[in-house]
């Protein structure tokens, strides 16, 4: 059921800016698998899914740091070597098991053009950038996007505006005409940040920090996003 926190108009929207973990695919397991493998490596033992799944949204660098806990991230060697084999594990098996979330593509292709509204649409993740575009390509997504940027694309990562605020120059759309959709906090805080209208997905990672950053309206699946904005 959609909820709506603040009126909005779906006919001024003419940018859509997407997360992509855990709003437009489900990369919980692969990322589970490759944080647990560099636990493995270092001779640490593995986490629970859930707790592992609840560290992911802020790039790679603080997943690692926050798998590692609070006393092993002071030692900056550790942390280095931890990282850069997660990268590795996760370039490799990034897609052995991420999907698309049920209806995705359906929907993409519906917003792009519904109700005789002309829409762009990109991503901006905190993953980095060239997993986040090998993912999108490999998983069918790729033509609906007309930009798609990761976590090191730019000097800082969401919920800094700047990502946002460079996708809204070059596609020149203003800022109140442009919705970021995500399934955390950090989504709903980019958005504001930037000056966009929000859209929170409960069906993601981490549904209960958007009880904590309520963002405009709140959907439960990919079809009430056709439906809230036909």
């Known amino acids: 059921m959609i909820r709506f926190l603040r009126p909005l ?11 992509l973990d855990g709003t437009l695919i ?5 990322l589970v698998h490759s944080i647990n493998a560099m636990l493995r490596h270092i001779g640490r033992p593995e986490l629970a899914d859930d707790l592992i799944a609840s560290y992911v949204g802020d790039g790679a660098p603080v997943l690692v740091r926050r798998a590692l806990g609070d006393a092993d991230t002071a030692n900056e060697a550790l942390f280095r070597a931890a990282l850069e084999y997660f990268l590795g594990y996760y370039r490799l098996h990034k897609l052995d098991h991420t999907t698309v979330y049920e209806g995705i593509p359906e929907v993409l292709a519906v917003l792009a053009n519904s109700n005789g509204v002309q829409r762009q649409m990109a991503v901006l993740s905190n993953k980095p950038v060239n997993p986040s575009r090998d993912i999108v390509r490999a998983l069918g997504l790729g033509e609906f996007f007309v930009r798609v940027y990761g976590g ?9 505006p700047l990502g946002v605020r460079t996708i809204l120059q070059e596609t020149g759309v203003a800022a109140e ?3 970021m959709i995500g399934d955390s906090s950090n989504d709903v805080l ?9 859209c929170g997905v409960t069906y993601g990672f981490a549904p ?5 950053v309520p963002p405009d309206v709140l959907i439960a699946s990919p079809r009430e996003l056709e439906e809230l904005l036909r």
């Open 9 to 19: 108009d779906p006919h001024r929207l003419r940018l859509l800016v997407f997360d």
């Open 26 to 30: 489900d990369s919980r397991l692969d």
């Open 152 to 160: 090191n694309s730019f000097p800082t990562k969401k919920p800094d």
């Open 208 to 212: 209960q920090s958007l009880e904590e």
């Open 177 to 179: 005409e442009a919705l």
């Open 190 to 198: 980019t958005g504001r940040n930037a000056g966009l209208w929000t």
